[in-house]
């Protein structure tokens, strides 16, 4: 069991890093205003499964593998970034799985498995994810306990507070979809959601 004193630190300090924003919590923005927060879950089951298996891999210094062959990493980076720039373009033209249909009476069609896939390429290409694991999370790893029981709890804590997170910027991305929906300004959504994926993509390549 882990003492209150490092919970006490713990908990405010990666809720912080989650709420900030970032790639996954502008895809998650993105996704609410696309497809709804209903909808955007299978995004979060990917981008979760990602962060967990950066957590596990920074806890247990399996990361360093990483760093010593940065060009695999770069190459997956310059992917995933490309991926996501590409379906923006596609939405800011109102076209692709994601876009709004002119038609809003017609939701917009984007498969589970889509979605769950550029959310774990989101979070598992993100330099920036790394970098805080491998710094943030071993100090509150007791070497002298048994490492698992402890990993188990703190990964657990992590996703529930991503999870959150997640949540509360889907539900404003799907706030921000209704106000301009009742309006009918679908292409001004399609190109506000389009340009953020965009970004999101860019952030990925240069980040």
């Known amino acids: 069991m882990l003492p209150l004193s490092t919970l006490a630190i713990f908990i405010p300090t990666f809720f912080f890093v989650s709420v900030t924003p970032g790639m996954c919590m502008t895809l998650a923005l993105t996704l609410g205003m696309s497809v709804g927060l209903k909808r955007s879950l299978p995004m ?3 981008e979760l ?21 940065p060009e695999v990493f770069t190459l997956f980076k310059l992917a995933g970034g490309l991926y996501l720039g ?6 800011w033209r109102s076209r692709g799985s994601l876009a709004i249909p002119e038609n809003i009476d017609t939701p917009p069609s984007s498969k589970p498995l ?9 979070a598992i290409a993100n330099p920036k994810g790394w970098a805080f694991f491998i710094s943030l999370l071993p100090p509150f790893l ?25 949540l509360l910027y889907a539900t404003g991305g799907q706030a921000l979809r209704h106000l301009l929906l009742d309006r009918g300004n679908v292409r001004l959504l399609n190109r506000i959601a389009g340009t953020l994926m965009i970004g999101v993509g860019l952030w990925l390549i240069v980040g």
């Open 142 to 166: 007791n070497q002298t306990q048994p490492l698992a029981p402890q990993l188990a709890v703190l990964i657990a804590m992590i996703l529930t507070m991503e999870f959150i997170c997640l």
């Open 114 to 122: 889509d979605l769950a896939l550029k959310g774990f390429i989101t």
């Open 86 to 91: 590409w379906i923006g373009i596609e939405m």
């Open 49 to 69: 499964l990602g962060v967990g298996i950066i957590a596990a891999l920074a806890a247990v210094g399996v990361a360093t593998i990483m760093l010593q062959f």
């Open 44 to 46: 979060m089951a990917g």
